[in-house]
């Protein structure tokens, strides 16, 4: 390991995973931190709930197709919403560089509370802090959330019932919020702007749930994108998983992008896309009712979990050779999120 | 109100006050953001949880008495504990200058693993987001945490028991925590060095709970002092309080050093200490109680509960005559906690 903090350790790749395990697990280490979800699933009293948290550092703070603020309500829903939780409480904490303009904070706050009804989540506590200027960049956001997960979807979020023909789904396509901050930050033009993805997809996968779609497994697919999350789920329950890189949805201006910055769409961030395990009878369901929702339009089954190959992620490339998918290594754009 | 963040909106006193106020409860706005505490007291399920955030910006990391990390535990276990919760859970959000030292972060993981234990709490989820060199001063930290409320116990947060004859408790020394941090910034030094008093609150709170005290209210005392705690309790239900400056606790050296600064110790800020409202008829037996605690062997009754002068704080000063506390406005000492 460095000895010093680099930039790649915020990329939610592995160089993150490394310094979690060789940091943190090591000092907090316990059951509950070591599992596959972001969100802790644990016991409160009667009730099982899920518990997480997230800073946002995105720059810009104001980005094509949302802010800093409806950013934070939106991956703190989502990651609650994965484990099969219903979210149902917000905290936010501020750092705030001295300096900042109140009118912006008001259009923040203001995009805070319109996410929140959206999701039907309540923001209930916050914190303040101010610094001075140069000591942050403008605005920092902190969102944790909890929700509550239903007895029948306790598995989900360990991913208990996955196994072999289960079929991997995403809800769109992959990308658009990453090139938008790119997009943002390098003045870059495309014919067809690329926004944000951000969305609450706590409803969306409500609609799966209430329906009676098995789902074995849910991830959102932020930062380190849908080769990461993949990756992880291989190695963590070490089962294989075949992607066919024909079918896996890319913009064409978002492909374009990668193209010239030599990024991979693979590794790219989203903040309203969800990838879902789901049993083999119910995948083809699951894909038409995700088609229903506004957030799902483009929804597309882009793989399998397999018996062979276990620990890995297996790409059928459009070229027809096979590669091997890892975690992302090191960062392709840092403040993403 | 100002077009831009001014450092004292993020003091704890008035100018935060009005900023939450102007900005937050007008966009968030509900019934549980508007009450008595750092903590949101809620439902969920069948459980009554308390719900809390607080991100940590202190300046320096580390300072005599501890560092950013078990600050951050003990603030948010502290939060939760005067709802009269019982902590469970922690998050911990890091955001973390490029080039800062790993050793130094494996320094802050122990302290915050070791205090965690200490106060019987489970830190169970976590973010990690890493800026570029000069876009945030080495390390800013996020806990937010869960604790669950006994039934007997829902009264405490909202102060619906408070009452005329009450006493105010304050369980030791006010104003170690600021003054051991600009001690650090200025490099001060006295002849008995005084530390932070930073500690986990919970247990301590626990022994009063236990042994049947009928506890009305409570309030950790952190930024804005035991001033701000007292004009807030005054204002928000209604009560009259009076208190007597010549039994409030505060050492030599943190008194010597508010006369040569132009600090009132009033409004120092505290990360050990917690202003409580008893019962009259308990009020003797909760200070020998509170002295048995390694965290209250300077516990005081410094006041009570008044009918009269509803809304206001009168402090019987020590040359005899009366004055109103109010609300601390504008900011001491930056970056505190």
Same mark, same amino acid.
């Given at each position: 390991?460095?000895?010093?903090?680099?930039?790649?350790?915020?990329?939610?790749?592995?160089?993150?995973?490394?310094?979690?395990?060789?940091?943190?697990?090591?000092?907090?280490?316990?059951?509950?931190?070591?599992?596959?979800?972001?969100?802790?699933?644990?016991?409160?009293?009667?009730?099982?709930?899920?518990?997480?948290?997230?800073?946002?550092?995105?720059?810009? @703070?104001?980005?094509?197709?949302?802010?800093?603020?409806?950013?934070?309500?939106?991956?703190?829903?989502?990651?609650?919403?994965?484990?099969?939780?219903?979210?149902?409480?917000?905290?936010?904490?501020?750092?705030?560089?001295?300096?900042?303009?109140?009118?912006?904070?008001?259009?923040?706050?203001?995009?805070?509370?319109?996410?929140?009804?959206?999701?039907?989540?309540?923001?209930?506590?916050?914190?303040?802090? @101010?610094?001075?200027?140069?000591?942050?960049?403008?605005?920092?956001?902190?969102?944790?959330?909890?929700?509550?997960?239903?007895?029948?979807?306790?598995?989900?979020?360990?991913?208990?019932?996955?196994?072999?023909?289960?079929?991997?789904?995403?809800?769109?396509?992959?990308?658009?919020?990453?090139?938008?901050?790119?997009?943002?930050?390098?003045?870059?033009?495309?014919?067809?702007?690329?926004?944000?993805?951000?969305?609450?997809?706590?409803?969306?996968?409500?609609?799966?749930?209430?329906?009676?779609?098995?789902?074995?497994?849910?991830?959102?697919?932020?930062?380190?994108?849908?080769?990461?999350?993949?990756?992880?789920?291989?190695?963590?329950?070490?089962?294989?998983?075949?992607?066919?890189?024909?079918?896996?949805?890319?913009?064409?201006?978002?492909?374009?992008?990668?193209?010239?910055?030599?990024?991979?769409?693979?590794?790219?961030?989203?903040?309203?896309?969800?990838?879902?395990?789901?049993?083999?009878?119910?995948?083809?369901?699951?894909?038409?009712?995700?088609?229903?929702?506004?957030?799902?339009?483009?929804?597309?089954?882009?793989?399998?979990?397999?018996?062979?190959?276990?620990?890995?992620?297996?790409?059928?490339?459009?070229?027809?050779?096979?590669?091997?998918?890892?975690?992302?290594?090191?960062?392709?754009?840092?403040?993403?999120?």
């Amino acid at each position: 390991m460095t000895k010093t903090i680099l930039i790649g350790h915020g990329s939610g790749g592995l160089m993150t995973t490394n310094l979690i395990r060789d940091v943190f697990l090591k000092n907090f280490g316990n059951t509950i931190l070591d599992h596959l979800s972001d969100a802790a699933v644990t016991q409160a009293g009667k009730e099982t709930i899920a518990f997480t948290t997230d800073s946002f550092v995105v720059d810009p @703070v104001f980005f094509p197709g949302g802010n800093i603020g409806n950013l934070a309500v939106c991956g703190t829903v989502n990651d609650l919403s994965v484990t099969g939780a219903t979210p149902l409480y917000l905290s936010c904490g501020f750092i705030i560089e001295e300096g900042f303009s109140i009118n912006e904070l008001e259009k923040i706050a203001s995009a805070m509370a319109d996410e929140a009804k959206k999701a039907g989540i309540q923001i209930v506590t916050g914190d303040t802090k @101010v610094v001075k200027k140069g000591q942050c960049d403008r605005i920092f956001i902190n969102t944790s959330g909890i929700g509550i997960i239903a007895p029948g979807y306790t598995h989900i979020s360990k991913g208990l019932h996955v196994k072999a023909g289960d079929r991997i789904i995403v809800n769109g396509f992959l990308g658009d919020h990453e090139i938008a901050i790119l997009a943002a930050r390098e003045q870059l033009e495309f014919d067809q702007p690329v926004k944000s993805d951000v969305a609450p997809l706590n409803h969306m996968i409500g609609e799966l749930l209430n329906a009676g779609i098995d789902i074995h497994f849910m991830r959102d697919i932020t930062r380190g994108g849908i080769g990461t999350v993949l990756s992880e789920l291989a190695g963590k329950i070490n089962i294989g998983i075949t992607i066919d890189e024909s079918v896996i949805p890319v913009r064409e201006q978002v492909a374009g992008a990668c193209e010239i910055y030599g990024f991979n769409p693979l590794y790219l961030a989203n903040e309203g896309k969800v990838m879902l395990v789901i049993a083999e009878k119910d995948a083809k369901k699951a894909v038409e009712l995700l088609r229903k929702n506004e957030y799902g339009r483009e929804a597309r089954m882009i793989g399998e979990i397999t018996d062979t190959n276990r620990g890995k992620v297996i790409m059928n490339s459009v070229i027809g050779s096979k590669r091997i998918i890892d975690k992302l290594t090191g960062e392709q754009l840092p403040r993403i999120c």
